[in-house]
Antibody, heavy 125, light 111 residues
Framework: QVQLQQSGPGLLKPSQTLSLTCAIS??????????WNWIRQSPSRGLEWLGR?????????DYAVSVKSRITIKPDTSRNQFSLQLNSVTPEDTAVYYC???????????????WGQGTLVTVSS | QSVLTQPPSVSGARGQRVTISCTGS?????????VHWYQQLPGTVPKLLIY???NRPSGVPDRFSGSKSGTSASLAITGLQAEDEADYYC???????????FGGGTKLTVL
């Protein structure tokens, strides 16, 4: 049974850096049939995919165009976890942030039922 | 403004059938990228309901079905039950944005 446990601060000031970590149990961040995503949800923007990291003989990253200049997602194989860093946050980045496992069997890629508990991140001066 | 367009709300009486539409474009659904549907009950995380347009994960009742036509997809729910009251989201890949996109969500009310 896969479990994702998020950690990180929930209150930031504008221009600061958002940093969250997602610890994986029951699976491996280096799995060849998974990708590890960050998705956020807010009333104004709905569900928004931010990016992912995955391993297929080497590490890859994909990022949403909307945050590409500000985002970094990194795997940590020694701790079996992955992290999100979002620079120069503004109040528009206020949302609930989720780490999510993406299932990939080479035919389908979807977000399966393994989500972190969510972290409400508020950006306010 | 979401890349995939869903009606903000739909409603139906218990036992009835409702459909939720998801309208995309030639850069996502029309490009034959898979559409997946998620159900989000109040206070919970989204749960996968349909993958690859019309496939149900194990445990999802066959009252839920999905389909695709052109640049749109639809989720149908038959035999509406009170516990179906939730937000429903469609999701696909957009080649223009080179990333995964969601619809704005549809709130289902069971009367």
């Amino acid at each position: 049974q896969v479990q994702l446990q998020q950690s990180g601060p929930g209150l930031l000031k504008p221009s600061q850096t958002l940093s969250l970590t997602c610890a994986i149990s029951g699976d491996s961040v280096s799995s060849n049939s998974a990708a590890w995503n960050w998705i956020r949800q807010s009333p104004s923007r709905g569900l928004e995919w931010l990016g992912r990291t995955y391993y297929r003989s080497k590490w890859y990253n994909d990022y949403a165009v909307s945050v590409k200049s500000r985002i970094t997602i990194k795997p940590d194989t020694s701790r079996n976890q992955f992290s999100l860093q979002l620079n120069s946050v503004t109040p528009e980045d206020t949302a609930v942030y989720y780490c999510v496992k993406g299932f990939d069997d080479g035919v389908y890629y979807y977000f399966d039922d393994n989500w972190g508990q969510g972290t409400l991140v508020t950006v306010s001066s | 403004q979401s890349v995939l367009t869903q009606p903000p709300s739909v409603s139906g009486a218990r036992g009835q059938r409702v459909t939720i539409s998801c309208t995309g474009s030639s850069s996502n659904i029309g490009a034959n990228h898979d559409v997946h549907w998620y159900q989000q009950l109040p206070g919970t995380v989204p749960k996968l309901l349909i993958y690859g347009y019309s496939n149900r994960p194990s445990g999802v009742p066959d009252r839920f079905s999905g389909s695709k036509s052109g640049t749109s997809a639809s989720l149908a729910i038959t035999g509406l039950q009170a516990e179906d009251e939730a937000d429903y989201y469609c999701q696909s890949y957009d080649r223009r944005l080179s990333g995964w996109v969601f619809g704005g969500g549809t709130k289902l009310t069971v009367l």
